[in-house]
Structures are given as structure tokens and as C-alpha cells.
């Protein structure tokens, strides 16, 4: 759709060129001279302001172009700049076109759903790997409620687990980031319903007191006020549901219909890792409940089954396997040995390959870890 586009509008193709310009720039595809990659990046600042323009000049139902070409230029933040600063200033721009979108979805072409899709995709792997909240609303939720008043001929289950599985992942990052601000020296990178989780367990260990190298910590944590066991039990219930709908989707059979749905799994196991990781604070004993934590054995084999996965899906990738790094973040929390920890670094050094140096950041903390064996 997207080639296809570049030959219909002229915007279009003219962004994908630049993207494709940049991407060869930065992965060594083409030797290029200083003047021709100063030419490449001049370009691609005037399009930049144009495709901006764009953006805040359109309507639901000429939304497709812009939308498009700020998403494509996108992926040029991500190569240009390592901290993924600007990528984020920029998917914070498509947020509120993208929220003018959804609130009048009914009138929305298939192919803009696919970019809010895509858009929240890359929101939501954002605010998690940065421990932030999402930047927009949880759009995939409110198409799922608009589906069954829809006219569109699109069809349902070619996109309904998709947008389960976005919605999902919007919600544990918003609980993450709320547990952050509570256990602030645990390093957690994961989605919506762990920023909650860690931020009441920093509220009680706030006023209860977090004597983490006391043997009292049993007795603080038994000590919960009534309004504390409720918040808590109510965010353990959170979890254990999320974490319920991630085993139920990871154990769909595989169905011919649904070829493309393999690329989900990496997320799901990210999300099944980052839950149990981020719960099992002792302050949550003081619950006096059953705590959906899986044990260690569990966590590994789903650490191991995200880095096959992510191998396999990006066996042929270029641009696309920058999507794939934040589960890297799973992937290094639950592999013990040497041998995975080097199929580790050999993912993220393709991953440089392809002009992503952010990926230098992670393969440093794995290379640490690989030290200790």
C-alpha cells in the first residue's frame, strides 16, 4: 500500500525516497560523500516542515497522506538520533491528529486504521521502554468499542486481536509508570498496568517505610492500611487479568487467516515477563493474596521463546526490526547463559547494522551481564 501510494501522490514518494536515503546513509548501504549526506539531510528538513504542515491542515477524511509521511519520517528520528528524543517530539505531534481521528472513527478508510495502529505501536513501546505514559489515548480500545456500529467493510477478525493486544499493551504502561514513581530504584521497563503496580508499592513503602535490608520488611508489609489492601488487591486483579489475556493469545493455534499475527508473540512475552517482575516486591505480601508472579523456569523459557521469536520475525527485516528492540529489555532480564546472551548481541548488532544506534545502549547492559558468566 505504502509503494503503491508513492506512486499516486507525490508526497508520498518523495518522503519514502528521503527515508529510503537516510536508511542507506546510516547503514553503510551506499558510500556516500559529505556533501551528499548534508544534501540528504537538508532534504529531509524541508520535508519534515512540509509533512507538518500537512499534518495540522487535515481532515478525517483527507487524513491518509499526512499521516503517512509523518510516520514514515519517523523512522528517520530513530536512525538520526540515538536518545530517541526526537522521535518522541514527533509521535507526540501525530498524537493529536491521530485523537481527531479516532473520535470520529466511523468515518476512517481501513488504511488510516492501520496507521493509528502503527502509530499506537510505537507509542506504547515509547512510553515503556522510557517509563513514561502514553502519549495519546488508548486508541485501540475505542475502535474496538466503534467496530459493531461500523459500516466499514473491514473485517473483523483480521484486526481484532491486533487491537487487543495494542490495548493492552497501552494499559500496562500507564501501571508501570504509576508503580515507577513509588519503587523508584527498581529498574523496570515495561507496560501500562506495572506503572500503577510500582507506583502504590512506593506509596506504602513510603509511609509504611522500606527497610529493604531489614528483617522487618515482613512485618511493615503486614501492616497495610484498609486503603492500601484495596488500591493493591485492585491492581494485583489488574494484573492477573492482563496476564490471563496474554497466556490466552500466546496459546492460539496458528490459522492460515492470520499469518501475520506470529509478530505479536515478542510483545506478549514481554509484557508476561515485565508483570511478574514488576509484583514482586515484598511490600505485595502484605496483601495476604495470591500474586500472579510465574516461577523463575517459566520466565526463562518465555525470555528464550521472545528472543527466538524476534530472530525469526526479523530474519529478513530492514527498517522494521527497530520495532523489535524494547523486548529486548525481557530478553536480558531472563536468559542465563553465555551462549543466549551472545544470540543477544547478535541481534542488536544487526539491529546497528540497520542504522539504529540506540541499539548500541542495550547491547552494552548485555554485554555486562555477559561478563558475569
Not at 70 to 82: C, I, R
Not at 215 to 222: A, L
Not at 303 to 325: H, P, Q, R, V
Request: charged share 20%.
Amino acid at each position: 500500500m505504502v509503494i503503491w501510494l508513492s506512486h499516486a501522490d507525490e508526497q508520498v514518494n518523495r518522503t519514502w525516497c528521503i527515508v529510503g536515503q537516510v536508511y542507506a546513509a546510516r547503514s553503510g548501504k551506499e558510500a556516500l560523500n559529505r556533501q551528499q549526506r548534508d544534501g540528504i539531510y537538508q532534504a529531509l528538513a524541508s520535508q519534515t516542515a512540509i509533512c507538518a504542515r500537512g499534518l495540522k491542515q487535515s481532515s478525517t477524511t483527507m487524513a491518509t497522506v499526512p499521516l503517512l509521511c509523518a510516520s514514515l519520517l519517523a523512522v528517520t528520528d530513530l536512525l538520526l538520533d540515538d536518545t530517541g528524543d526526537h522521535w518522541r517530539t514527533r509521535m507526540a505531534c501525530i498524537s493529536e491528529s491521530v485523537g481527531v481521528m479516532v473520535n470520529d472513527d466511523l468515518q476512517l478508510a481501513p488504511l488510516d486504521r492501520e496507521l493509528i495502529r502503527l502509530f499506537q505501536l510505537n507509542d506504547v513501546l515509547g512510553s515503556v521502554s522510557r517509563q513514561e505514559n502514553p502519549l495519546g489515548p488508548n486508541f485501540s480500545e475505542a475502535i474496538l468499542k466503534t467496530r459493531c456500529t461500523s459500516k466499514s467493510t473491514e473485517s473483523f477478525t483480521s484486526c481484532t486481536l491486533y487491537d487487543y493486544v495494542l490495548s493492552a499493551m497501552w494499559k500496562w504502561s500507564v501501571l508501570q509508570k504509576r508503580c515507577l514513581k513509588i519503587l523508584g530504584q527498581i529498574c523496570l521497563f515495561l507496560l501500562t498496568i506495572a506503572c500503577r503496580i510500582i507506583h502504590w508499592v512506593g506509596d506504602v513503602s513510603y509511609h509504611h517505610g522500606d527497610n529493604t535490608n531489614n528483617d522487618d520488611d515482613d512485618d511493615n508489609s503486614k501492616n497495610l492500611s484498609l486503603e492500601d489492601k484495596i488500591e493493591g488487591i485492585e491492581l494485583i486483579d489488574e494484573a492477573t487479568r492482563l496476564q490471563s489475556f496474554l497466556l490466552r493469545v500466546l496459546l492460539l493455534p496458528p490459522s492460515p487467516s492470520k499469518p501475520n499475527y506470529q509478530y505479536l508473540d515478542p510483545y506478549c512475552r514481554w509484557m508476561l515477563v515485565s508483570i511478574s517482575q514488576v509484583i514482586q516486591h515484598q511490600v505485595m505480601t502484605g496483601l495476604e493474596c495470591d500474586l500472579p508472579v510465574m516461577p523463575p523456569t517459566c520466565l526463562q523459557q518465555q525470555a528464550l521463546a521472545a528472543l527466538d521469536d524476534i530472530e525469526k520475525i526479523t530474519t529478513n527485516s530492514a527498517l522494521d526490526i527497530g520495532f523489535f528492540l524494547p523486548v529486548v529489555d525481557a530478553v536480558s532480564t531472563g536468559i542465563a547463559s553465555a551462549g543466549d546472551h551472545a544470540r543477544l548481541l547478535h541481534f542488536l548488532e544487526n539491529v546497528e547494522a540497520r542504522g539504529y544506534g540506540i541499539a548500541r545502549e542495550y547491547r552494552q547492559e548485555v554485554l555486562d551481564k555477559a561478563n558475569d558468566f
